[in-house]
């Protein structure tokens, strides 16, 4: 994942204008909790499995969902498609005529649509741009919240408000679900009026109250709503502060 992910908000900031993107991220992080919010489902079933075969609950998750990651990664190696400059030789995908016209859109907007030479002066420069580490420390606590919720969700529900670990597994898939309707939503928003440093305020906002619900209060559901809206909040942040990265560096 730490590699995967900064690989594709490259590649699909390189693809739209500044003021598309957003949505776009909003639909990566969507297909991301969906697929999570499925995983915990699918090891539902798959811990009902324990003892088959000589496997034990966790091993039959291992092995179910690696096999299948594997597989689907062996074919999205010809599958995705390139930069846009070079997007007429990947399989099946644009021709010679819409890659220079998807070339055009973004030259028009940033002009960075051409690689900066390599030298190691540029790479200085840029390390030396606090920007880049005011960006990398939002990125940070962002993802303290998101490693957070990812793994300790079912702990809470369990521990802290009484599920089986079951139920607590299957709990843990509905927050996700929801985060796709805040995630699409800002998303739209940022990308219509040009809004980015509003939005991750509203979200951060939205998380906050969220953690004091799941925190500080002793109501089952009242702390469950808390778990849905800080989820929510940080998911719609991932696409919000990786448009806000990329609408501010070119190159």
């Not at 998807?102 to 002009?111: A, F, H």
């Not at 800002?186 to 009026?193: A, M, N, P, Q």
């Not at 951060?204 to 849905?228: D, N, P």
Request: hydrophobic share 45%.
């Amino acid at each position: 994942m730490s590699g995967i992910y900064p690989g594709l908000t490259i590649l699909i900031s390189s693809w739209y204008t500044r003021q598309e993107q957003q949505l776009r991220f909003a639909y990566l992080q969507s297909g991301e909790v969906i697929i999570l919010a499925t995983g915990s489902i699918v090891n539902f079933g798959l811990s009902q499995l324990d003892g088959r075969r000589g496997l034990r609950g966790w091993q039959w998750m291992f092995l179910v969902q690696g096999v299948a990651t594997c597989t689907i990664g062996i074919f999205t190696y010809w599958w995705m498609v390139d930069f846009p400059e070079k997007s007429q030789l990947s399989f099946r995908f644009l021709s010679t005529e819409e890659m220079e016209r998807v070339v055009t859109r973004i030259q028009e907007d940033r002009g960075d649509v051409k690689p900066t030479p390599f030298t190691w002066s540029n790479v200085l420069r840029h390390f030396l741009d606090p920007k880049i580490y005011g960006f990398a420390a939002m990125f940070f606590l962002l993802n303290v919240v998101s490693t957070a919720l990812a793994y300790f969700t079912p702990i809470i529900l369990q521990g802290g408000m009484g599920f089986s670990s079951n139920q607590a597994i299957l709990l843990s898939a509905p927050p996700y679900y929801y985060a796709v309707i805040p995630a699409i939503l800002t998303s739209r928003i940022g990308d219509k009026y040009r809004l980015r440093g509003p939005i991750i305020s509203f979200n951060a906002a939205c998380l906050i109250v969220g953690f004091v619900l799941l925190g500080f209060t002793s109501q089952v559901t009242v702390r469950y709503v808390g778990v849905f809206l800080a989820t929510g909040a940080y998911i719609s942040n991932w696409a919000a502060l990786n448009s806000y990265q990329a609408n501010n560096v070119t190159g």
